[in-house]
């Protein structure tokens, strides 16, 4: 079973870093995509970055030039190193997997959240 853990939220102030880890578990052999998104009060839930299988990255408009997605394959792990924070970026970042399986199956798994605010 698939489990997606998020960790490195926290406050900062306008203008100030945070890296945002997500550690996954319980991978099989299936191929995977991985993803940021967050969720701020009242509003939907937003893409913010992804990264695919094969490496290629992918940014919303809000935080290209900002925000870095990477991973480490060995430690099953994807980072998400947010510069020059704004007030709004404040949400919920949630960690998510798409799982491609073999024979056409997918699912996808999320995490529970880790909380960023950032004051002007």
């Known amino acids: 079973q698939v489990q997606l853990v998020e960790s490195g939220g926290g406050s900062v102030q306008a203008g100030g870093s945070l890296r945002l880890s997500c550690a996954g578990s319980?991978?099989?052999?299936?191929?995977?995509?991985m993803s940021w998104y967050r969720q701020a009060p009242g509003k939907e839930r937003e893409f913010v970055s992804g990264i695919d299988s094969d490496g290629s990255t992918s940014y919303a408009d809000s935080v290209k030039g900002r925000f870095t997605i990477s991973q480490d394959n060995g430690k099953k792990t994807v980072y998400l190193q947010m510069n020059s924070l704004k007030p709004e970026d404040t949400a919920m970042y949630y960690c998510k997997t798409v799982q491609k399986c073999s024979r056409g199956i997918e699912y996808n798994v999320w995490g529970q959240g880790t909380q960023v605010t950032v004051s002007s």
């Open positions: 319980g991978y099989t052999h299936c191929s995977y995509d």
